[in-house]
């Protein structure tokens, strides 16, 4: 099970944190993505982390801007969202990484960028 | 990294099939045998139907298929049913630890 938290209003230029809680599976084995979709419009990749932590990877969208981190101790996935945009607006999904696709996903946690 | 091409919208009668194309590049969908397919219902979390190009998960009927042919992917969707109805999306591994969506194509059933 996948359980985002952290969404939520926030001003351009804001940051937020997002949270991924893992249970139900060894979370330290699996590489975790995060997908963001607008209300009505199509899934994004944003980023991806390998099991270790060691090896990061980001959409150029939010390259520079969004962190993306995991503490296998508390099986928990984090999303780092800084200098946030109106475009940035969306429902963020964890995903586990099986083979290059995504079984397991999250509830999603939904973030608005607005003033 | 561009978007995966996908149709907008498909649509087929009860009992049909229809397939849903996804149109990539040689460093994507053509570089990589990682085609994911997914679906997804309104106010619902995608679920996935088919990975590696052409295996499906236990538990996804056989009515839906993957292949892929150069640079593009297809889902072929067998014996349409009612509950078919919803949007469909494709994935690809894009090299470089990054992955891509197609924009979805969103499937009628008449």
């Known amino acids: 099970q996948l359980v985002e938290s952290g969404g939520g209003l926030v001003q351009p230029g804001g940051s937020l944190r997002l949270s991924c809680a893992a249970s139900g599976f060894t979370f330290s084995r699996h590489y975790m993505h995060w997908v963001r979709q607008v209300p009505g419009k199509g899934l994004v990749w944003v980023s991806r982390i390998n099991d270790e932590g060691s090896s990061t990877s980001y959409a150029d969208s939010v390259k520079g801007r969004f962190t993306i981190s995991r503490d296998n101790a508390k099986n928990t996935l984090y999303l780092q969202m800084n200098s946030l945009r109106v475009e940035d607006t969306a429902m963020y999904y964890c995903?586990?990484?099986?083979?290059?696709?995504?079984?397991?996903w999250g509830q999603g946690t939904l973030v608005t960028v607005s003033s | 990294q561009s978007a995966l091409t996908q149709p907008p919208s498909a649509s087929g009668s009860p009992g049909q099939s229809v397939t849903i194309s996804c149109t990539g590049t040689s460093s994507d969908v053509g570089g990589f045998n990682y085609v994911s397919w997914y679906q997804q219902h309104p106010g619902k979390v995608p679920k996935v139907l088919i990975y590696e190009v052409s295996k499906r998960p236990s538990g996804v009927p056989d009515r839906f298929s993957g292949s892929k042919s150069g640079n593009t992917a297809s889902l072929t969707v067998s014996g349409l049913q009612a509950e078919d109805e919803a949007d469909y999306y494709c994935?690809?591994?894009?090299?470089?630890?990054?992955?891509?969506f197609g924009g979805g194509t969103k499937l009628t059933v008449l």
């Open positions: 994935s690809s591994y894009a090299g470089s630890n990054k992955m891509v």
């Open positions: 995903a586990r990484d099986d083979f290059g696709s995504y079984v397991y």
